[in-house]
């Protein structure tokens, strides 16, 4: 009896024992859920509104949207369009410099007209001055031509800016074709409707909107405006449904490049040697092509021209194409179960089956997310493989590495001009105003004995256009890069350097005398005058440059557009003077308008 009942016990004893682990398992499930959502709810409070974070999300969802973009299917709707591009050679063979006179723009919509375009959509704004003779010319075709398109643009300060009101009138109609950056200066959201702030009826549309409504013949003023999306209806039907994200924009979804889209050079145009079935009934949009015209801006899917951004939103509209964003709570539950799923694989299993459990749960968020991606679904890309690839940490560490090495390439791409080296002329005139608006500071502070003068170079290459056509282009890109160093190792370390446009560049010389401003000019000067280039480029000795000095304190020059204009013309003074000399702002000969 007593091996029985010694059995029997032993028998009890381990029964026992697997009832208490599982428990204890049930009891520490309970608390992985309720750490996880701690966790979840710190990440989304404190972590993921930091703009590293917020940045990193945004480069991991173009990464998606940019492998999508070579698995898709063509796009039928690109056929009803053509482009009609502004590039480089067509800008030679025109005879001219960028930016096209008025009357230039006015012989396109001629030539342009001739080929019989359902629509012709101009990327173009002409809000500047220019000679009544060229306002007039280009008024006179648009109304001849009657179904031209132009371009408005808002700028940073939420202002309106559109056409000289006579262009305006002669045109079919203008729209807004502003391009929203993002925080990481990105373009990937556009403004569908425009209203100043505190109206909420009216407003002017955006130009790819005027382009669908006239080609459709839809009504816009019929459009159903709410904070979540626009109804465009036709015949009292809803024809298309614009989601709204929460500031009014809507994110546009990338699906082709420049490469990707019908285009004729303008120069076959002008010509007439353009094939007339590709143009003729279609929608023609006319934009710049090239980088060296600078309109180039950083997507998804790469650097593409302001038209081709403009372009995809365009086919959005056709194709009802649009990004969709899933609701911030799913974003939340999807973190949740992926923290609570990493606490489990690190607490719960050995190291091979928690590492297994990870892989599972990337294939699978990966494969769902790819699967929204597809039908243009935006999530939070990042988030639940941050929180996996931070609890494994060799796998985190490569990741991490390779979304800043990404970030720091895209602003890079922003400030820097890819020809020269040198600044961008956006960044320059950032620069510019903040060092004004803290001497315009200083001043009503009654600290006027602290403000530093800043002088402002504006330096041209002589006769460059001959170089580009006795040499070539890449000749002449050779002259910019060649300038472009020689003046950035004139100037001292703390100063700016920018390429202004073409063969322009401007420098900003910080807390400086007006003597040493002018020596730094005639040294660069001298310094492009010196250069042997009879190695580098065959045939040309030597490059010369006119040189424009102005200074901002002593000129009384406290506003961007007087600094730069100011040195503007004392370049064109220096250049009708002969060319290669350095020529120091005067007010009585140099006058601004």
């Known amino acids: 009896m007593k091996p029985c009942t010694q059995v029997q016990r032993w028998s009890r004893t381990a029964h026992h024992n697997t009832n208490m682990p599982a428990f204890l398992k049930r009891l520490q499930i309970y608390r992985i859920l309720l750490l996880a959502f701690v966790i979840t709810s710190l990440y989304f409070l404190f972590v993921l509104p930091l703009d590293f974070f917020q940045v990193t999300r945004l480069g991991m969802q173009d990464l998606f949207f940019k492998y999508r973009y070579f698995t898709q299917k063509p796009i039928a709707e690109l056929a009803k369009f053509v482009l009609i591009s502004i590039d480089s050679e067509s800008v030679l063979k025109l005879g001219e410099r960028w930016p096209l006179k008025r009357e230039t723009y006015a012989q396109i919509v001629d030539r342009l007209r001739s080929y019989n375009p359902k629509l012709i959509a101009m990327d173009f704004i002409f809000a500047g001055k220019e000679t009544p003779a060229g306002d007039f010319l280009l008024t006179e075709s648009l109304t001849k031509a009657g179904n031209v398109i132009l371009a408005a643009y808002v700028n940073e300060r939420g202002q309106l800016l559109d056409s000289k009101s006579e262009i305006r009138n002669a045109a079919l109609s203008s729209g807004i074709a502003s391009k929203l950056w993002d925080r990481d200066f990105t373009i990937r959201r556009m403004r569908p409707l425009y209203r100043e702030v505190g109206k909420h009826e009216g407003g002017k549309w955006s130009w790819e909107l005027e382009i669908m409504s006239h080609d459709k013949e839809v009504e816009l ?188 390439s895209l602003k890079k791409r922003v400030i820097e001009d890819a020809l020269t080296g040198l600044f961008t002329r956006n960044f320059m005139k950032a620069r510019l105003e903040a060092e004004l608006y803290k001497i315009k500071r200083l001043r009503v502070a009654k600290h006027s004995e602290e403000c530093k003068e800043i002088a402002v170079l504006m330096v041209d290459i002589d006769h460059f256009k001959q170089i580009n056509d006795r040499f070539g282009h890449q000749s002449g890109d050779e002259a910019l890069r060649i300038t472009a160093k020689t003046f950035k190792d004139c100037i001292r370390g703390h100063d700016i350097a920018a390429r202004y446009g073409g063969e322009e560049f401007c420098a900003l010389l910080m807390d400086v005398s007006e003597e040493e401003a002018m020596r730094i000019a005639e040294r660069m000067r001298s310094e492009v005058e010196s250069k042997d280039l009879s190695s580098i480029i065959s045939g040309l000795e030597r490059l010369t440059v006119s040189v424009g000095c102005a200074m901002v304190i002593k000129d009384a020059l406290e506003s961007y557009n007087k600094a730069i204009k100011a040195a503007d013309v004392t370049l064109y003074r220096a250049k009708n003077s002969g060319r290669n000399r350095v020529c120091r702002f005067d007010p009585s000969i140099d006058l601004l308008q």
């Open 221 to 408: 003023d019929k459009a159903v405006v709410d904070k979540n999306e626009i109804e465009i209806v036709k015949n009292n039907r809803p024809l298309v449904e614009i989601p709204l994200v929460k500031d009014g924009t809507v994110e546009i979804n990338y699906r082709f490049r420049l490469e990707d889209v019908g285009k004729i050079p303008l120069w076959q145009v002008m010509d007439g040697s353009a094939e007339r079935d590709k143009i003729e009934g279609k929608v023609a949009l006319v934009g710049t092509s090239s980088a060296a015209l600078l309109d180039f801006y950083p997507t998804p899917l790469g650097v593409l021209p302001g038209v081709i951004v403009n372009f995809n939103y365009l086919i959005n509209l056709y194709a009802d194409d649009f990004c969709h964003s899933v609701p911030e709570w799913f974003d939340f539950l999807i973190l949740w179960l992926g923290v609570f799923l990493v606490l489990v694989a690190v607490v719960k299993l050995d190291l091979m089956k928690g590492f297994l459990l990870v892989l599972t749960w990337i294939a699978s968020f990966l494969g769902v997310s790819w699967l929204l991606v597809q039908r243009s679904y935006i999530w939070d890309f990042l988030s639940p493989l941050l929180v996996v690839l931070f609890l494994y940490l060799a796998i985190s560490l490569v990741r991490y590495a390779y979304l800043f090495v990404e970030n720091i």
